[in-house]
């Protein structure tokens, strides 16, 4: 059974199926563990835990990132699961407005539009989502020269 924090992170993403089945995942590794770990033992669990209940992943893709059309960098997701959503994991005290950042900007490099950010570190799991955001049309930007 989900707890009420776990329903409403998934409740308007557009695969909310795939989403339940990745959070249900989630807090079945979270209770096994329990939090205290690194984020890589949740992460090897999580790819264990995704394999028994059949969720189709990749692990540590790498993305590259480019600037005006010069690959400037790689970045690897935690997970990429079935095409559809960013997965990254964090085992740290609080999630900040960074980590929701550069979720975005995964999104953006991968042309997706949907990812959790999940946080073994705190009880109950934390499960947040973040969506790749589009500009406005009529939005204006401060410059600072």
Known sequence: MMNQESRKAGKNLRNRE???RIISAAIRVHRGLG????????????AVEFALSGIQFIRQRPIPLFYKDHQVGEHRLDFLVEEKIVVELKAISALE???FAIGRSYL?????????LLNFATTPLTIKRFCRELPAENELHDVAL
């Open 108 to 116: 953006e490099a991968t042309n997706l539009e949907d990812g959790l």
């Open 18 to 20: 795939l989403t339940d």
């Open 97 to 99: 407005d960074i980590h």
């Open 35 to 46: 939090p205290g770990f690194l984020e890589n033992i949740y992460e090897e669990a999580l």
